[in-house]
Every structure is written in C-alpha cells, then in structure tokens.
C-alpha cells in the first residue's frame, strides 16, 4: 500500500496547479490530511517529498530559446508529419512531411520557435492539450534539418518493407497492432473509429499479456517455471520494442518482469500485484514523467487498482462461469468515457469485443510472425479482409442510445460510485451495494432521458473551425444554421452529430445553410444522410420560418454578383435576445440593410465574413450596435480572420468580443422558459 501512496503523491505533485487552480488545491490538502491521519507526520515524509519533486518538476518553466535560432537534440517520439525534439531541457515539436526520423536520432533543427496553436474542433481531440501533456508547448518551424547521428536500428524501414507484401485491408491493421500507428485515412480505421471500437486497433496491454500466458503455457512444458517465465518475456521484446512508447504493452512488459519467479521450488514470490503494479507505473513515471498527464496511463493505473481491490473483495476461486467478470468491470469501467466522448450509449460494444478481441490476437501473432519474416502475407491479408468485414457487419448493426453530457462533474460520479460499491463489497454490506447499483442506474437514466431540453433552450456557435455552424435549441425544437465544411474528415459525423447527441438534440426541424461556400455548406450532404433533418431552407423564398419560439427573417433581399453577396442575413428574436447572423455578406449588403431597417438593432452579432475586412463596416456596427460579437474562425488560419481592422471597429464601440478560435463552442443558454 505504501508504493501505492507514492504513486498517488507523485501524480498529484505532477498535476498540482497544471488543471483547475481550485481543484488542484482542495485535492492536495485532502490528500495531506489523509496520509498525516494514515501514517503520521514521520512516515508522511517520504510522500510529501515525491509530492515536491513533482510540483517542482511541473511548475518550473524549461525554455531554450537559441540566439543562432539553431536547435541540436535527440527525436523522442516520431509520426507521420511531425517528431518530437528533446533540446536544452525542453521539448519542441517539429512539422516534416513524410518523416522517417528515429527515437534516437541527433539533429540539429534551424528555425524559428513559436508556441503551438492548433485548429482545434468541438468534439473532438484537441491537438494542442495533446502536445501539452507530452510537455511540449512550443514548435520549431524547420528550415534545415541536419542528422549529426543515426539511430542504426530503423524501425520505419522494417515497417515499410512488413506492410509492402499487404493487402488496403491487412497494412493498416498491421501498422496500428505492431507498430502503434494508425492511418485514419483507411477505411478500417475509419469503420473501428465511427463505431467507437478504435482501441482494439491497437498495441494494447490485453494483447501483450495474452500472448505472454499463452506463450508461457507452451514453454512450460520443457522448461520450469522461472525459465519458462524469462524466455516469454524474451521472445515477446520484440512487441515492445515495436510498440514503443506505448505505455500499456510497456506496463504489462515490466509487471510480468517483477513478477518473476523466484528460484527454487514451493517459493511464492515477493510482494503483491498492488506492490508489483504502483512500482511499475513508478518506473513508467522515472521514464518519463509526462506520462503523469496521458489519459492511458491514469485509465491503466486506475482498472488495474480497481480490479486488483475487487479480486481481494472477491475472496473464492474463479469459476468458468465467473471469468467474465473481468471484461464486464473492464467495460463497465471505460463506458463512461466513451459515453462522455461520443455522446452515445453504445448497446452491443461488450459484446462485439468479446467476439473480436480473439481474431485479433491471432491476426497479430500472424503479423509478428510475418515482420520477423516467415512467409505468411495470404493469410494475413485474408484475417485482414476477415476482420474488416466483421466491423462493417458491427456498423450495420450498432445499437446506440443518446446520452446527454452534463459535464465532469456527472461522469465522475460513475467512478465514484464504482470505489463507493468496492468498498461495500470488501464489507460484505450487500444491501448498500444494491443501492449504489440503484443509484448508478439513476444516474445514467438521467443521461438517456431526455431532460437537458426540457429545461434548457440554448444558441450555440459551434466550434467548426474555418467556418460557420449554429444551432438554434427551442426545448424540443433545433434550427441549425450552416455546417461548417473540411477536406479532412466528415464535420458532420464527428464535430455536428455528437454535440447534438449530448445537447439530446435528436433532430433538426431545418437546415438552413446561408450560401453555397463549402465552409458553411459542406457537410450538409452527409449531415442529411445521417441525422434527420425534417427541411432544407436555403434561399429568400423560404423566409420567413417558424418553428416553436424561433422565428427567422432574411434581411438580405439584394441581387446578388457572388456567392458572398447572395448569403442570407437571417434576423431572430429569442430568449429576450436579439440575434443577428450575417453569414458572409459584405460590406455593399451591410449597407443596404441598414438603410433599409433604420431601427435594426442586435444584442449578439455574429460577425460577417468571419471577421474578414470585407464586412463590418463601421457604420453597419454603429447602427445595430450589438452587445457581444461573436467571430467564428480557425486557429492561425490562413486568410488572416479575424482582420484587426474589423476588430479595432468593434472595440472602438465597446462590443465584446467573443472568438470560437479562442474560447471553442461558445453557448446561450436559457432555463426553464417556454
């Protein structure tokens, strides 16, 4: 328990002051209290120091900038378009097209450093929280890169050469299972993704320690245990070598090496797994502190405590019948993540992983086999076809329910719940368990039902990036105002349709997109396709339009020269608030609105033109004179929105001004009114 009590003192110094300010406090001085009262001020001393060493280790800055604007250092982490540069203390990231670096290659980087800002898109992963947890906020904009030294060991190239003899099907899968890379522009992955079973295309714990059981088995017959558990853990480097740095394959790696057996026969081995587990992810934590901040190390950590506790709890011999108790708490464990992130209640996921995990642990012993050279591609690219199918099957049939995201607060009280009901369990008070499996049902039919619109209307500017994307909430009524629109990846599968699943927005009343600019109407197509939509309003003639409280006029009645001058400038009245969104009008159309509505005024404008210096003029904002402005743009996108030019006008008018760039989906919201 006590390495468990380190573990825990040196996370929460990593983290202390590095999230919320209010939290990061009240959790540590809940947490001193707590080992004071357990071990007393003498024995607390050990965890108050790892506590120190972390907050230090987090909270002093580290940054390098060079005079000659020249940057040497080691790669510790390399993908597709970018690598990772340890130089001077600090790590910076680095953009390079088609990148075959190596962890472990020296370069000397010349270029200017500029700390990272990435388009970020509602939900979905924000790639600059992600650099950050890897401790890296700043980027080196190459334009030399120099190799002072080689790795001699290339991965990329064996990679290359592994995934040649594959099938569009097998590589992928190869290179996402072996070698820890996922090409998201594969149909697999694009499949695995949409139906939220992403993490079994991957380099997981579950598969390593699989193989290592079975491996163990095999080898035990000529050799005993110790030995057998060696040579398992021989064979199986390779994995990890390939896998590197995935933080799961390494977990289980060097658990299963402390879990050694000791020599000589009737001799149980030292120490706990609680031991065994908290010094691993120690080790882990020496190897690299910033794993501290990685979603799957913490995910790790804590289902291997929580299972841990209840094995103790469980106290008998597992029967056939009770092995699924396992994967039922595994599952139980994560939903609520992926609830919270999909904004779904996936019905069949157990069970479609149950079936597949099987398949996939013989297609990556296949494709082991195969990078190290055995001729076995017919048959990997057949499992590969196999398993496609299998998930394009599960797509056909994947059963969700909508569920609603009431924030961290509500999907941390699952997890609460689960260590409350632990804690009943080991006291054998079965009745309160009853009551807490009471409760946590409580609680996710308050997810499922649909309660948030009954209560809440809202006008949401949705973070779509480049582009333009509102949503009108009356109750049980929504009007969404254009789609946004990116080459990428389909906006409205991934950004549009999941935050309406957490609004339990179940449809759209109508769709209005303002003109045809793929920035506002670009994914109207797929959203029609996969969202019911009951109207499509796109031009004068379809306003006005009324649906419950929402009553919406086109003020741009004008001939139109372009696709910018014919966008419509719809007017709304709701929830005591005057609205105005002006699409991407111009200036020429601002002024013949105002000359032709003397009286229009706005509360929330939503900026022309996303903040371009072809709307906004300044007599247009004279007149309507708007409280707030809203500006919705990407991050350093590169046309320059929003103009300084428009943003001097509003401040010179005091209107605040409000950014999606910036602040992400930004939200109107009104309680209990109808």
Request: net charge positive; glycine share 6%; charged share 20%.
């Amino acid at each position: 328990m006590r390495y468990l009590f380190a573990l825990i003192s040196l996370i929460l110094g990593l983290h202390f002051l590095k999230d919320n300010l209010i939290v990061s406090l009240v959790l540590t001085l809940l947490f001193v209290i707590f080992i004071i009262y357990r071990f007393g001020l003498k024995k607390s001393a050990l965890f108050l120091s790892l506590f120190l060493i972390g907050a230090l280790f987090s909270n002093i800055p580290r940054s390098y900038n060079s005079p000659d604007q020249t940057y040497s250092g080691v790669v510790i982490s390399s993908k597709q378009n970018y690598f990772l540069l340890y130089s001077h203390g600090e790590r910076f990231y680095v953009y390079e097209k088609d990148n075959e670096r190596e962890v472990g290659d020296f370069l000397i980087v010349s270029g200017e450093v500029a700390t990272n800002s990435f388009t970020t898109y509602e939900s979905q992963s924000d790639f600059n929280e992600y650099l950050s947890r890897k401790g890296v906020s700043r980027g080196i904009s190459a334009k030399n890169i120099h190799t002072s030294f080689h790795n001699p060991f290339r991965l990329t190239n064996l990679r290359k050469k592994a995934l040649q003899k594959l099938n569009g099907n097998a590589a992928p899968l190869v290179d996402a299972m072996v070698f820890n890379t996922k090409d998201y522009s594969s149909s697999v992955v694009q499949v695995a993704e949409d139906i939220y079973l992403i993490f079994l295309l991957s380099t997981t714990g579950i598969y390593f320690s699989f193989f290592f059981r079975l491996l163990k088995k095999v080898i035990y017959i000529k050799f005993e245990e110790r030995e057998s558990h060696l040579l398992s853990l021989l064979i199986l480097s390779p994995y990890v070598v390939f896998s590197f740095p995935k933080i799961g394959v390494l977990r289980v790696f060097l658990v299963n090496l402390l879990n050694l057996p000791p020599k000589g026969e009737g001799i149980r081995p030292r120490g706990s797994f609680l031991s065994k587990n908290s010094i691993t992810h120690l080790l882990l934590l020496i190897l690299n502190p910033y794993w501290a901040f990685d979603v799957g190390y913490l995910i790790g950590l804590s289902l291997t405590t929580f299972l841990y506790f209840f094995r103790i709890s469980y106290r008998t011999k597992m029967s056939i019948r009770s092995r699924l108790v396992t994967p039922i708490l595994v599952y139980l464990f994560i939903q609520p993540a992926f609830m919270f992130r999909s904004g779904q209640l996936h019905l069949l996921t157990f069970f479609e992983q149950m079936a597949l995990i099987p398949i996939n642990e013989l297609f990556i012993f296949l494709s082991f086999l195969g990078v190290l050279g055995l001729p076995l591609s017919p048959l990997i690219n057949f499992l590969g076809n196999f398993i496609y199918e299998c998930l394009r099957f599960y797509q056909k049939i994947n059963l969700t329910i909508p569920f609603s995201d009431f924030g961290f607060i509500y999907i941390s009280l699952f997890y609460i719940f689960g260590l409350i009901a632990l804690y009943f369990f080991e006291a054998k008070r079965y009745k309160h368990c009853r009551l807490i499996l009471l409760l946590t049902s409580f609680l996710l039919l308050i997810g499922i039902m649909p309660i948030q619109p009954s209560i809440v209307s809202g006008v949401y500017f949705v973070n779509v990036g480049q582009g333009d994307s509102i949503i009108i909430q009356d109750h049980f009524h929504a009007v969404m105002i254009d789609t946004g629109g990116v080459l990428n990846f389909d906006m409205a599968k991934e950004t549009l349709i999941p935050f309406m699943n957490k609004k339990q927005i179940y449809h759209l009343d109508a769709l209005i997109t303002t003109h045809e600019d793929f920035d506002h109407s670009g994914a109207a197509d797929s959203l029609i396709k996969n969202f019911k939509v009951k109207t499509y309003l796109k031009s004068n003639d379809d306003f006005p339009f009324d649906v419950g409280n929402i009553h919406l006029e086109n003020l741009n009645h004008y001939e139109a020269k372009d696709e910018n001058m014919s966008s419509l400038v719809l007017y709304m009245d709701f929830m005591d608030q005057k609205y105005l969104f002006m699409g991407d009008a111009p200036k020429e159309i601002e002024k013949q609105i105002i000359k032709d509505n003397p009286n229009l005024k706005c509360d929330i404008l939503k900026v022309g033109h996303h903040g371009s210096k072809t709307s906004s003029d300044e007599s247009f904002i004279n007149q309507v004179q708007p409280k707030e402005a809203v500006i919705s743009c990407g991050r350093n996108n590169k046309f320059g929105h929003p103009n300084q030019e428009v943003l001097d006008v509003l401040y010179r008018y005091d209107v605040k001004i409000r950014r999606t760039d910036i602040e992400g989906t930004i939200s109107y919201l009104s309680y209990f009114r109808y």
